[in-house]
C-alpha cells in the first residue's frame, strides 16, 4: 500500500511581523503614558513656561487691547482670560471710551506653583498700573491680595518705605509713608516671580508720573504673610514673633534726641541698649578722636539701629581753620564712619555749631544744629536736666545732649520712658524723611518743620 505524501504548508511568517510590530508599539505608548500620568499625579502640573503674546479683547470693548502673555497651560490661559473682567470693571471708569493698549505682563515661580499677571501701560513718558493677578497653578484658582497677606502688616510697610526710599524722588516724599500705612488696600498690586516678592503702586500715590515698585526679599517678606499663603513656600515655616517689630506711625509725633562727643563708653551702649529695647532711635555725633579708640561702641550702636553722624575730629570750631583742616575734620572723619557702619550719608553737625557761610559752601553734608539745649553740660543733675528737657521738647524737635555723663544718660531713659506714648523717638535722618523735610548739603537746619 503506497502512503501518500503530503507537504506541510508554509507558515506566513511575513503577515505576522506587522501585527507583533503594532503590538510592541503599542505596549510601548501604553507604558508612556502610565509612566507620565503616575509622575503627574505625583508632581502636579508640568512647569509652566512662557508661550507667547496675543492681543485679548474683553467682551465688546474693543478700544482696550490686551497684549497678554500667556503660558504653555491652555487651562490656565483660560482662567486668565475669565478673570480680565475683574481688573476691567476696577477700571471702567478709567477704560471707557478711551483707547488704551494694557500690557499684561507675567511672573513665573514654577517652584511654588504660582504664576502672576501684572495690567500695566506703558510709554516713553508715562507709565500706570491697573491690577494684578496670582494663581495658584495646581487648580488655576485666583489667590487674592487679602489671602496673601497676614494680618499684622507694620513690618512689611516698613520694608517697602526702605525699598522705596531708594528711588529719586520717594526719600522725602511724605506719601511715601501715609501711604504705606499698614492697610492690605495699600499693598494689592503683588508680583511674584522666583527671585523677589514684589509691590506696586499707582502713579498718583506718591504724586509722580510713573509706577514705582518695590522690590523685597521673600525671606523678609514671610512673616507678613498668611499662614494659608505661606504653605507655598514652606508647610514647616514657623512664624517669628512680629507683635514687637518697629513701626514708625507717619502721623504721630516725633523727635530727634541727638547726643555729642562719644563714644564714651559704657555710657554711650547704656543710653542705646534703652532706647532700642523701646524701639526707639537716637543720632550719635561721634568725635572722629574718640571713635578711632573705640570703634567698637561705635559700630555697635549702629548695629541697633542708631544714626552715627560726624562732630568733627577733635572739636575744632570750623570757623577758625584753613581749608585743609576743616577737610580733615569733616569729609575724612564721615569717610570713616561710612567705611564702618555702610552709611550712604553722614550728617555732620559743627562743634559750638560754628559754620559762616564760607565754611559751609565747602562742606558737602548737611550741618545739623539744635532747638532744645538741656544744658546737661552745666548742670550735670539728671532732674535739672529731665525738666528742661520735657519743658522744651515738641514735635519736630532736635534736641542736643552729650553721653560723657551719667546725669545725661540717666535724664534722657526716663524722657524716653515718659514721653513715649506721646512722640516718637526717631534719628535726625528718619524725622526728616518722614516730615517731607530734604536733607541738603552745606545747609543749617535747626528742626523738621513737615510739610
Request: negative net charge.
Amino acid at each position: 500500500m503506497n502512503k501518500r505524501f503530503v507537504k506541510p504548508e508554509k507558515h506566513n511568517r511575513r503577515a505576522k511581523k506587522p501585527a507583533l510590530i503594532l503590538a510592541i508599539l503599542l505596549l510601548i505608548i501604553t507604558v508612556f503614558f502610565t509612566v507620565n500620568l503616575i509622575s503627574k499625579g505625583f508632581n502636579g502640573k508640568e512647569d509652566l513656561a512662557y508661550k507667547n503674546n496675543k492681543v485679548f479683547i474683553y467682551k465688546e470693548h474693543k478700544n482696550i487691547e490686551f497684549d497678554i502673555a500667556y503660558t504653555n497651560d491652555k487651562s490656565l490661559n483660560k482662567a486668565l482670560e475669565k478673570n480680565v473682567e475683574s481688573i476691567f470693571n476696577a477700571n471702567s471708569e478709567i477704560f471707557l471710551n478711551k483707547d488704551k493698549k494694557i500690557s499684561v505682563k507675567l511672573s513665573l515661580n514654577n517652584d511654588k506653583n504660582l504664576a502672576s499677571w501684572l495690567f500695566i501701560e506703558e510709554t516713553d513718558n508715562f507709565s500706570e498700573v491697573y491690577g494684578s493677578l496670582v494663581f495658584n497653578t495646581k487648580n488655576d484658582e485666583v489667590i487674592t491680595y487679602e489671602k496673601i497677606l497676614g494680618e499684622d502688616l507694620k513690618g512689611l510697610s516698613m520694608l517697602v518705605r526702605e525699598s522705596l526710599a531708594k528711588e529719586e524722588g520717594l526719600l522725602y516724599n511724605r506719601n511715601t509713608y501715609t501711604k504705606t500705612v499698614p492697610e492690605p488696600d495699600n499693598f494689592k498690586y503683588i508680583m511674584l516671580d522666583k527671585d523677589k516678592f514684589s509691590i506696586l503702586f499707582k502713579r498718583d500715590t506718591f504724586d509722580l508720573d510713573k509706577v514705582f515698585e518695590a522690590k523685597l526679599d521673600y525671606e523678609a517678606v514671610m512673616p507678613y504673610l498668611s499662614d494659608q499663603f505661606l504653605k507655598f513656600f514652606d508647610k514647616d515655616y514657623i512664624k517669628p514673633d512680629i507683635a514687637n517689630v518697629r513701626y514708625i506711625d507717619p502721623h504721630k509725633p516725633m523727635v530727634a534726641m541727638t547726643f555729642d562727643d562719644g563714644p564714651n563708653y559704657p555710657k554711650t551702649v547704656e543710653l542705646g541698649e534703652h532706647f532700642a529695647k523701646h524701639n526707639a532711635r537716637v543720632t550719635y555725633f561721634v568725635l572722629g578722636s574718640r571713635m578711632d579708640a573705640d570703634s567698637e561702641t561705635v559700630l555697635d550702636m549702629h548695629n541697633l539701629g542708631h544714626e552715627i553722624a560726624n562732630h568733627s575730629y577733635d572739636h575744632q570750631n570750623y570757623n577758625k581753620i584753613d581749608d585743609a583742616e576743616l577737610k580733615r575734620q569733616t569729609t575724612d572723619v564721615s569717610d570713616k564712619i561710612k567705611a564702618l557702619t555702610k552709611q550712604e550719608v553722614v550728617l555732620i553737625r559743627p562743634p559750638f555749631g560754628s559754620s559762616n557761610e564760607s565754611v559751609r559752601a565747602k562742606i558737602e553734608s548737611p550741618l545739623i544744629l539744635w532747638r532744645v539745649d538741656p544744658l546737661d553740660w552745666k548742670f550735670r543733675d539728671s532732674a535739672v536736666v529731665y525738666e528742661n528737657i520735657k519743658n522744651d521738647i515738641y514735635d519736630g524737635a532736635i534736641i542736643l545732649s552729650h553721653d560723657l555723663y551719667q546725669t545725661t544718660v540717666d535724664a534722657s531713659k526716663k524722657v524716653l520712658d515718659n514721653f513715649s506714648n506721646q512722640y516718637q523717638f526717631l534719628t535726625v535722618s528718619e524725622m526728616f524723611a518722614y516730615k517731607g523735610v530734604p536733607l541738603n548739603n552745606g545747609e543749617l537746619y535747626f528742626e523738621a518743620k513737615g510739610r
